[in-house]
């Protein structure tokens, strides 16, 4: 079980984040697919073991899935308020989950997120938003006021 | 007009403005970039092409 260095404030945004990768947020799924057993046999500084009680593996408050794999990622609720994230990269289950949202770690739900988040802002501001990809594959937008 | 840049990539976005950067790690950061940048964009910043980052 993996966690995601992420922190969900805006739970309209994460959904925006999940639809443009092709998946869907559902909201109040109190559960999430993984492997469904702890098996104690993986260290990293992203396990999610590290900081959660294994007894809460599959516990979340909201979904975040994709199509072609059962296994889906947690989001849970912090007592900040926010929504960490946490999944199961165990097997083709879990590389399919990592290929859909840029690999380990899912950084491309993260950039999506955090590209979610700015034009939610910048809309608030006025800025009129434009969105392309650079050469490198960077997620670029241009607000003009 | 006042014109602003954010590039996104690999959980990092650096927010372009007036030629100044600001580095973000997260979403969070980037909304409070946004904030802090567009409070001190005078009307009329434009942002030269050569200060876009790509990363």
Not at chain 1, 119 to 141: E, H, N, Y
Not at chain 2, 6 to 34: P, W
Request: charged share 25%; glycine share 8%; with cysteine.
């Amino acid at each position: 079980m993996a966690d995601v260095d992420i922190k969900f404030r805006d739970l309209q945004c994460a959904a925006t984040a999940a639809k443009t990768l092709g998946g869907e947020l559902v909201l109040n799924k109190k559960t999430f697919e993984w492997y469904g057993q702890f098996l104690n046999d993986w260290r990293s500084d992203r396990a999610a073991v590290n900081r959660r009680d294994p007894k809460t593996f599959g516990k979340c408050d909201h979904v975040i899935r994709f199509p072609n794999t059962t296994y889906e990622i947690g989001l849970c609720k912090e007592d900040d308020g926010s929504f960490t994230a946490v999944y199961d990269s165990y097997g083709p289950q879990g590389r399919t989950l990592e290929q859909k949202c840029g690999g380990v770690g899912l950084p491309k739900l993260k950039d999506e997120y955090a590209a979610a988040v700015s034009i939610r802002t910048l809309a608030r501001k006025g800025f009129r938003v434009t969105r392309t990809t650079d050469k490198q594959g960077a997620i670029v937008l241009k607000a003009v006021s | 007009m006042a014109t602003l840049t954010i590039t996104i990539k690999n959980g990092e976005a650096v927010v372009t403005a007036d030629g100044s950067k600001l580095s973000c790690d997260t979403a969070h950061d980037v909304e409070k970039a946004i904030g802090k940048t567009t409070k001190s964009l005078p009307t009329g910043t434009k942002v030269p092409a050569q200060t876009v980052t790509q990363k």
